[in-house]
């Protein structure tokens, strides 16, 4: 870290000790005064309008983000809290955003926030619908790897990391080893809670800088329908470990054709919010691999429900005290597709570089290229010359929602498919979409018309100096 970074790491790292000793003594003049100085160390990085809106519902005191913060300083041990706030706020929210804008200025491509990176392609579990079973022990990113993939990304500005795989904590001890190399990254593990146990807790306590989002699927029978028998009662024991210890973490929760009611109930909602969940990441089901049932896709009358429901449960007087947010029905805050490396990319664990961890395919190894030389090849430019790939948020995915896009991107790079389980041709994957981006395309314009939207500030290369000249 350059010194002007360090010395402000360590000025909020007083803040924080202060505020954090004594903010269960008067939590609503605490919790003001840390969103005070978090305006001041942000400096016009984030919207002042989010950092009023937070504000606002602290000093009213009252309704569901209230009790979120609270519930967060109750439940999060204060010491793990501010490193976890150290890192992601100050490292990734401060000095990452900043260098990642610099860098897109100055290499005319996509830069990332985050990079998603599978440790392993092998897992313990075998999901319905999902590939990684199917990959096997095949593939492990080594450690060195995993270090020169941090090292390299910090150069560009990227301080968040998460793993996914298989499964990740198959390889705890090196995640771990990650972490407390790089205190100035957040880092979060995708996990199927299996693995969860004391030992390791006590070793995320002691890093501090990394999250943790379980996997589960509503009830008991709808996880265990998919995901095998036992697995949502191993997500539950690891939810009330991770809350005796004070550990910061959320919920991953694939919606299908089969299980949208149940992971969108009140029962489901209270039920984790009262087991210590606090942020929920929704993945609308994806129909990769050449076994991948197309039928578990979410209708397009389900995938409006979840449009609505999601601005129901965010919303500070009918919400939920935790924070959702959905891939593909949130495109609209983002501008749509964020893959690309546009705010993410994956690196699968045979060292491949892919636009986005459901879009297998690649020109780039990083056993081959450096990050950088990755982001300017032919795929990724192909993303960022041509996002957003619909001016309908709610239609964002190049595969999903315009399998077109996806087609004529693989067949002018000539990209390799990156499937572990066996090819799976552009066409292969899109046809399986088609059905959907047809029926979805008149409920997804209708909502679009009909609803209020927010304007992210997003400059796409179409609005850059340099696309207006090539088109003049």
């Not at 089901?285 to 076994?291: H, I, L, R």
């Amino acid at each position: 870290m350059k010194l002007k970074e360090t010395l402000q790491r360590k000025a909020a790292a007083l803040t924080l000790d202060r505020l954090l000793k004594y903010i269960n003594k008067d939590p609503q003049k605490n919790i003001l005064r840390l969103l005070s100085r978090t305006r001041f160390l942000l400096g016009g990085i984030f919207p002042e309008k989010n950092l009023d809106a937070m504000q606002n519902v602290i000093r009213e005191g009252k309704g569901p983000y209230y009790q979120f913060a609270l519930n967060i300083l109750r439940d999060t041990d204060h010491r793990y809290l501010k490193k976890f706030l150290l890192a992601a706020g100050v490292g990734a929210g401060i000095h990452g955003t900043k260098k990642v804008r610099a860098n897109r200025e100055i290499y005319h491509c996509n830069i990332p926030f985050l990079i998603l990176l599978d440790p392993t392609s092998a897992c313990n579990c075998h999901c319905k619908g999902c590939w990684a079973a199917e990959y096997g022990h095949k593939n492990s990113l080594s450690l060195d790897e995993l270090r020169s993939v941090v090292s390299q990304g910090k150069a560009l500005g990227t301080h968040v990391y998460m793993f996914t795989g298989g499964e990740p904590l198959l390889r705890k001890k090196d995640l771990i080893t990650l972490c407390e190399e790089n205190p100035d990254c957040a880092f979060l593990a995708y996990t199927n809670a299996t693995l969860i146990d004391e030992a390791f807790c006590d070793e995320l306590l002691r890093v501090g800088n990394m999250t943790l989002a379980l996997s589960i699927e509503g009830t008991q029978k709808t996880t265990d329908a998919r995901r095998g028998e036992g697995m949502y009662e191993a997500a539950v024991r690891a939810m009330e470990l991770l809350k005796k210890k004070g550990i910061l973490f959320g919920m991953s929760v694939c919606y299908t054709r089969e299980n949208v009611d149940m992971v969108t109930s009140d029962a489901f909602l209270d039920k984790m919010v009262s087991l210590g969940v606090k942020f929920g990441f929704y993945f609308n089901y994806m129909p990769v691999g050449k076994n991948a049932p197309e039928e578990l896709i979410p209708t397009p009358q389900q995938r409006a429900f979840m449009y609505r429901w999601l601005r129901k449960t965010r919303n500070g007087e009918t919400g939920k005290p935790l924070f959702v947010m959905d891939f593909q029905d949130d495109g609209e805050y983002v501008g749509g597709c964020i893959a690309g490396g546009r705010n993410y990319f994956h690196i699968n664990a045979a060292g491949d570089m892919e636009p986005c961890v459901f879009i297998h395919f690649s020109d780039s190894n990083i056993r081959e290229k450096t990050l950088l030389e990755g982001l300017r090849s032919p795929l990724f430019m192909a993303y960022y010359h041509n996002q957003p790939f619909n001016d309908n948020h709610l239609r964002p995915c190049p595969m999903l929602e315009n399998p077109q896009c996806l087609r004529s991107i693989i067949a002018e790079t000539k990209a390799k498919s990156t499937n572990l389980e066996g090819e799976e041709t552009a066409d292969m994957l899109c046809s399986k979409c088609d059905k959907f981006a047809a029926a979805w395309k008149p409920v997804a314009e209708e909502l679009w018309a009909n609803n209020p939207h927010p304007h992210p500030k997003t400059q796409f290369y179409r609005d850059s100096e340099q696309a207006k000249q090539q088109q003049a």
